[in-house]
């Protein structure tokens, strides 16, 4: 055995499974950029399709909120109905940027493995309470990564932002000179590119994470190939007890196969190595059928349960071979076998029938064993 096989290195990849028993836990990738980037990229272009209804909702909902009845002054139990009111009116504005961001969220993991729930996932794992686990999360592996992240992070999105207001810092400036709704209309214009600038950073954080989380999720998947061979046994049985199975299944069909030889009306026989029991009910049947056929012991076995149930056993040695080969259990002889058969089938009813005289002749039968004028 290698040494990496004695270490329990994970090598393989995780079997089907192993993949579906994990999606059953609720173990699936996740990736948080790209979560929030779906989210924010998102809100932004709800904002840039719904600005204006939603700029119209807040501003009746602002001249609500800042004039409100004189009556309320008092009457303060009407406060609380009249706050509810505001709020409601809030969200009606709003609901187009929420609607947006809520499917949004749901975009992040279906992208990744689909949605699951799992109550396992909800359980408490008090393994994380370990203080060795806890300086495992600090100083290994994925928190290098998520360090990295981190600088790419601040990199891409501070690199983005940096850059639109660097270009524009100057028109930022000029807002104060500017009469109210001009200056309104570009520090909004401005606020967009913003935005859709550290969106597109973000997205491309995402871009990055995704196939990382996605890969370091089969990663940790992965199995030794002492539990490959495990799961390969329990999903297909163990072979002792695989093995044992076929013994029983097969004992059943010898099993039947005896009590059939009793209904047949010959067994052609090799003499000693080879044995077919045909029966044949020129009614029911459209050619003579195997009942029972075998080599060795089951050959000798039917010789005897033919011996003690008086079924006439026609010597044959190449007719026995040939139907051993070609013949089926239950089914009906080849055809090119029928009339060789039919010669022992013949030889047979005479015997039925001989009440003494001379004894009839044995037939003597020249048939191909191969059925191709030769070995194959």
Avoid at 143 to 154: P, V
Avoid at 179 to 186: F, Y
Avoid at 224 to 248: A, D, F, H, N, Y
């Amino acid at each position: 055995m290698s040494e990496n096989e004695e270490a329990g290195e994970k090598t393989e990849q995780p079997t089907e499974k192993r993949l579906r028993d994990a999606r059953e836990e609720g173990n699936i990738p996740r990736s948080r950029e790209l979560a929030t980037a779906a989210v924010f990229g998102a809100s932004v272009l709800a904002l840039m399709a719904f600005s204006g209804s939603m700029a119209a909702g807040g501003k009746a909902w602002m001249k609500s909120a800042l004039s409100p009845e004189a009556g309320l002054r008092f009457e303060p139990n009407g406060l609380f109905s009249h706050f509810g009111h505001l709020f409601l009116q809030l969200m009606l504005a709003m609901w187009p940027l929420l609607l947006i961001c809520l499917l949004a969220s749901f975009l992040a993991p279906v992208a990744m493995g689909g949605l699951r729930w799992s109550n396992k996932s909800l359980m408490p794992q008090f393994n994380r309470l370990s203080p060795m686990a806890g300086m495992k999360r600090l100083y290994g592996a994925e928190a290098i990564a998520e360090f990295i992240k981190s600088l790419l992070r601040i990199l891409f999105v501070g690199a983005a932002a940096g850059l639109v207001v660097w270009h524009g810092i100057r028109p930022l400036r000029d807002l104060v000179h500017q009469p109210l709704e001009a200056a309104i209309v570009n520090g909004l214009g401005f606020t967009l590119k913003l935005m859709l600038a550290t969106g597109g950073a973000m997205m491309l954080l995402a871009a990055i994470d995704a196939p990382y989380q996605r890969w370091n999720w089969m990663r940790k998947l992965k199995m030794t190939r002492e539990e490959l061979r495990r799961e390969m046994k329990e999903s297909e049985g163990s072979p002792e007890v695989k093995g044992r199975i076929r013994q029983m299944q097969q004992q059943l069909a010898n099993r039947r196969m005896m009590e059939a030889v009793p209904t047949a009306d010959v067994v052609v026989v090799n003499p000693t190595h080879y044995a077919v029991a045909l029966k044949y009910d020129g009614g029911r049947m459209g050619a003579p059928t195997v009942v029972a056929l075998g080599v060795d012991e089951t050959a000798l076995r039917i010789r005897e349960v033919a011996d003690g149930n008086k079924v006439a056993i026609v010597s044959a040695p190449p007719l026995a071979r040939a139907l051993y080969r070609e013949g089926q259990l239950g089914k009906e002889i080849p055809v090119r076998l029928y009339s060789a058969v039919a010669q022992v089938l013949s030889y047979v009813y005479q015997l039925r029938t001989w009440r003494g005289g001379p004894m009839p002749a044995a037939p003597s039968i020249d048939v191909d064993e191969f059925g191709k004028g030769g070995r194959p």
